[in-house]
Every structure is written in C-alpha cells, then in structure tokens.
C-alpha cells in the first residue's frame, strides 16, 4: 500500500493510496485515535471512490463513529481504465436507457461481472489496510455497499470473515440469493418501495435470503434514485452499535 | 385534566393525570422547558400506561429528544374498569393462545372495538395537554402506538390533524388499510419479518396503504414480540427529525 497524497479538512484527514494498482481513499479522524474501526465502502456503478455520496457517508462515519473509511474504484469506475468489455456494458446500459427499458438486465449482469472482479482486490486492500497501526489486523471491520455495492458485498461477505457487520440494499436476488443465504452476520438493508427497476419482490427475496439473525429492512416510499438522506444516520447507528462496542450483545428486544 | 400525582427521576417528571374519567400519565424533562413537543403514546393490548415499554421508550423520548409523553390506559386496560365486553374478548384471546390457535382473529375484532372507543379519548386529552403552558397549542404532535397503538392511532390519525409525524407497526391491515390510503404524514412503521400472527403480506399491505410521501418500514428478524430494541432509536430520530425543526424540509435524498 502506498499512499499518493494527504489533505485534511472538516474533521476529517483523506488520503489517496494504492494498493496492487487499484487506487483507494481512506478517510480519517483527524484527531489522532490509537485504534478505530474500519468501514470498507463501495460506490455504486457509474460513480467513483471520491462522489459526494461517498464522501458525504464517509464524513458523518468518521466524524460521528470515529471509524475510518475506506472506498476504491471498481474496476472500469473513477481513475481506472475502461477495457472493452466495459464499454460494451456501458454501452448496453446507456442504450436501455435511452429506449426508456429497463436497466436492470445489463445492471444485473455487469454488476456481477465487476462483483467478481472486485472482491480479490477488496480483500488485498483490507490486508494492506489491517497492516497500519491505527487499524490493526483484530479491529472490527464493517461494509457499506449498496447497488453495485451490494453486488460485491454478497460476494464479498460469503468469503471474508474479517467483516462482522454491512449495510447492503437495491439490488436484485437473481446473482446474489444463493450467497446470501450462507451469511449470517448483522445487516441493515435498504430497499426503495417505488423502484422503477428494482420490483418489491425482487428486493424482498434478497432480504428475505440472508441467514442472519439481525437482519433490518428499511424500505423507504420513492423511486431508486430518493433514498432519503436520513438512512445515513441509520447506518451510522448500526455502525456505531455493531463496531464500537468490545463485547457485542445479542440485540434486546421490547416486550410491549 | 386534573393531576393526581407528581413525582421525578431519572431526568424525568412523571405527572398522573385524569381527563373525563380516563387516567393518564405525562412524562416530561426536568430541566423546565418554554416550550416542547409533544408525543402521544398508545400502548400496546395487555399493557398499561406505565408498562416498562411505555416508560422506557418514554425515557428516551423525553431525555434524547426533549420532549413531553403522555400516555392513558386504553378502555378495560390498566386502572381502567372491564366491561362484561372486555372479559369476553380477553377470554377468547386466552382460549385461543392456549388451544395454540392464532390471536390474530380475536385481536383484531377486539382492537378495532377499542380503537372506537380510544379515539374521542385521545382527541380529549389531546386538547387538554395542549393547554399546559409547557406544550401550547400550535406545538409539534407525534403519534407513537404498534399493535394496539397501530389500531388506534390509524382512525386517530385519520381524523385529527394536529398529528403530524407518526410510528406505528405490528398490525393487520383489515380494518384500517381504508383508512391510511387518507394518511399523508410521516410515518415509520414496525414489522416483524417472523411474526407468527401477522403475515408479511398482512404487513406490507398496511404500509403500502398509507399515501404518506415520506414513509419508513422497518422490518426486522425476529417473532412478534421480538421487537428490537434498537427502534427506540429509530422512533427517537425519526421524532426528532420531525418534531424539533419548526420548518420542516422535505427528506432530502442521496443520489449515488
């Protein structure tokens, strides 16, 4: 892991790294903390590590959970190169929009295409990561993805036991159901009630798929693209509960 | 309304209260206040005004986002009289649960029957507390209530328009589907993903009923009464987003 360059502002410092080709950010309290748990962070596709909706979740995770974050481009996506598959993909994905049809066939297909792409180099960037000190190989380790995030993070998940606790959502079961049935860590899912793209049914079934035995939906009334701000705070709340306690208890419940 | 009791702890001031014959119970913060918001909470069926949920919630209303709670025993609950009515819906609720057989029917003939009679009780004490300097009568009003508290604060809600944010969950849609296609605030709404009683079909059809713009489900792992109880959260932020701004904006939402 190298690191290519360090600013620091709004609380937070950033520094641009690279690990293994692929280039990342990782985002920081920038008062210093001996240890602090990590969030790994994937962009959804036609976005990058560094989109205002990256930075902007990072900067309430770092700031509200003291945790550090960390966002790579997804092969094809932000300071990447593009093959020609890519730009066949995108190609496909622009044409189906443009016809006023569905994205999701070309969505479902790339995402797993990129998904498997994806989950070796998110695995050496949380090696590389877990060598800092202020990381540390035995710190909790979260994953926020949704979209193409979530298509990597099923994959990811079935694979990598490092991470204890993800925020996933709008995405389709089609790829993803069979592994998310073998994952049985905490999740937090959002899902949007009036997606033009994504149908109830589909993103129920994927919910609906997980082992795990916390498992939230939080299903919001608007279309793919409104997922209310507000579902920020949440995943900074399941954040905090499920990184920043030592000893994790069994959620409790209310008898009413 | 007339109080009949008045103590403090905990950072809070507990206050008993009666209004037209029905008892009631106002938490507040210590800390004196102008002016705050006012949360009215429903409590659920078998339960009481003071049950553990209803102070703890209570507790963390008043303390995390300042506000008053009230909460009054539901007709034949609490310290309220049974009616010959009662004592036969409690018993074909008992007969049911010990042949092993669903609650759900009995519950929700049962519940719609209070429902009737709980809403004119509401509006009154409604009315009342507003007149208490510390709440005012222009003053935000939330609507906290699942199962019972769902039941009642549907055809409150459809009928009172000082409401103007509320969580509700934890019921079947029959009786009250009509209803929300009327409802246009706010709303957050509980399910259980393994209710044993209410299906998912049952539970997503009452929140796909409400026309509210902004509208939250919350579905989560778990039975019945599993509830966890980190919604308390949830139903803190959602009130505060709510209920402390005096312009409220639109949710904004995240492209990403």
Redesign the interface.
Known sequence: MRFTAESSSYGLVERDFIVGGVPGVLWSPTRGVDRAPLVLMC??GG?HKK?P?MA??AQRFVTDGGFHVAVIDAPGHGDRPRTAHDERELAALQAAKAAGEPEGPSARRYSAYLAELAVPEWRATLDALQELPEIGVDGPVGYFG??LGTAVGVSLLVVEPRITAAVLG?HWPDTLAEKAKRITIPIQFDLQ?DDEDIS?EAG?AL??AFA???????????TH??????????AT?FFI?HLSRANHTP??????
Chains 1, 2 share one sequence.
């Open positions: 962009h959804a976005n989109h909706a902007g979740r949704i979209n709008l009630w109830r129920l919910f609906d795990s035995e916390e498992k939230t939906l939080h299903a919001n009334a608007g693209h409104e997922l209310p701000r507000f579902e920020t705070d949440s709340g509960r959620a409790e419940t209310n008898r009413r």
